[in-house]
């Protein structure tokens, strides 16, 4: 199988069966983002324990594969980060969908949201990709019940 097949297979996967759709019981935070353009709209939810850290993460909306994908594996990936940690996580997804440098360890904490970085040779993709990772990264500058439109 070609990797882009399997890349393919991936995003196909997480945006038919997303991973944490759905509220997040004792949220404390939650903002929302949505894409005009294209018709995109989502809500991320999060909880954030007493040690600082996410506790529960996740999203509730609509939209094309790549959104709901993107947010599918975002929440599986900051989950249990510290606050500064899911912080750079997001920084790391902004930079690689916008042509930003990533040196080999930064690529190597991506994991699986790496297999995303394909979107960003078209721009209009990009939205799709980074909205639910701009909800987050409101809620993670203390921005909770922000409500994002992105042109």
């Not at 097949?5 to 949220?27: F, K, M, T």
């Not at 997001?90 to 690529?107: F, I, P, S, Y």
Request: include cysteine; glycine fraction near 8%; proline fraction near 4%.
């Amino acid at each position: 199988m070609d990797i882009r097949e399997l890349y393919q297979e991936v995003i196909l996967d997480h945006s038919r069966r997303p991973r944490n759709h759905g509220e997040c019981p004792g949220a404390t935070a939650h903002a929302q983002a949505e894409n005009p353009s294209c018709g995109d709209e989502i809500a991320v939810h999060v909880r954030i324990g007493p040690d600082s850290k996410v506790e529960a993460l996740t999203f509730t909306g609509q939209g094309c594969a790549l959104s709901q994908a993107s947010a599918s594996l975002m929440t599986t990936k900051v989950r249990g980060l510290a606050i500064p940690e899911a912080a750079a996580a997001v920084d790391r997804v902004q930079r690689m969908m916008t042509g930003g440098k990533l040196n080999e360890a930064e690529r190597e904490k991506l994991g699986d949201i790496e297999i995303l970085e394909g979107a960003a040779a078209y721009p209009q993709r990009v939205k799709c990709v980074t909205l639910a990772w701009h909800a987050l990264d409101q809620i993670l500058k203390g921005k909770s019940d922000a409500h994002l439109v992105e042109d």
